[in-house]
């Protein structure tokens, strides 16, 4: 093994290891972005649920 053989050895664990750290940020957001549309939509639907029982439980007052 020759010192060149080294150097290549080190740039090429250098670059794994860059890619690695580069990679588990992008990986982490793209959980983060699902898990904020999944609350976002399970508030949305709670807040539907209860706008319409606001609704159904006046619409009877209305009409009486």
Not at 28 to 49: C, I, P, T
């Amino acid at each position: 093994m020759t010192v060149s053989d080294v150097g290549r050895e080190g740039v090429r664990l250098g670059s794994q290891l860059t890619g690695a750290a580069i990679s588990v940020p992008v990986v982490a957001g793209f959980v983060l972005l699902g898990a904020a549309v999944l609350v976002g939509r399970s508030l949305r639907d709670v807040g539907r649920k209860l706008l319409e029982a606001r609704l159904g439980a006046q619409e009877p007052r209305k009409a009486a």
